[in-house]
C-alpha cells in the first residue's frame, strides 16, 4: 500500500488546513488509518486515527475539539480538518495505515506516507 499524504502549508494561528491521504489499495477500506506529527526536536507524536469503517475516531488531547479525521473509503482517502490552528501545531504530518486495527502506537501501523509540512505562524 502506497500512502500519498498532501495539503500541509503555511496557515496564520487561528486558522484552518485539511490534510488528505490517499491510498493505492483498492482494499483500503479494510484498513485503519492514523495520523501522526513530528515537531523539529521531538518524537513523533500520536494526532488522530480512524477505524477500518470510518466508525470510530481517536483524537489527542491536543487536538480534541479543532481536528476532525473522515474515512472516503470509495475515494481511498482520509482527511484530517485541522481548525483554530495554534503555532505547537508546526509540524510534518504522516499518515499512516494499519490492517489489524485503529492506535495510538506507531508500531500498529504497516505503512507510512512521506509526510506534509504544517507551519502555524503566529
Known amino acids: 500500500v502506497q500512502l500519498q499524504a498532501s495539503g500541509g502549508g503555511l496557515v496564520q494561528a487561528g486558522g484552518s488546513l485539511t490534510l488528505s491521504c490517499t491510498a493505492s489499495a483498492r482494499t483500503f477500506s479494510t484498513y485503519a488509518v492514523g495520523w501522526f506529527r513530528r515537531a523539529p526536536g521531538r518524537e513523533r507524536e500520536f494526532v488522530s486515527s480512524?477505524?477500518?469503517?470510518?466508525?470510530?475516531?481517536d483524537y489527542d488531547d491536543s487536538v480534541q475539539g479543532r481536528f476532525t479525521i473522515s474515512k472516503d473509503n470509495a475515494a481511498n482517502t482520509v482527511h484530517l480538518r485541522m481548525n483554530s490552528l495554534k503555532p505547537e501545531d508546526t509540524a510534518v504530518y504522516y499518515c499512516a495505515a494499519s490492517s489489524t486495527r485503529a492506535s495510538r502506537l506507531t508500531r500498529a501501523y504497516d505503512y507510512w506516507g512521506q509526510g506534509t509540512q504544517v507551519t502555524v505562524s503566529s
Open positions: 480512524i477505524n477500518f469503517s470510518g466508525t470510530r475516531t
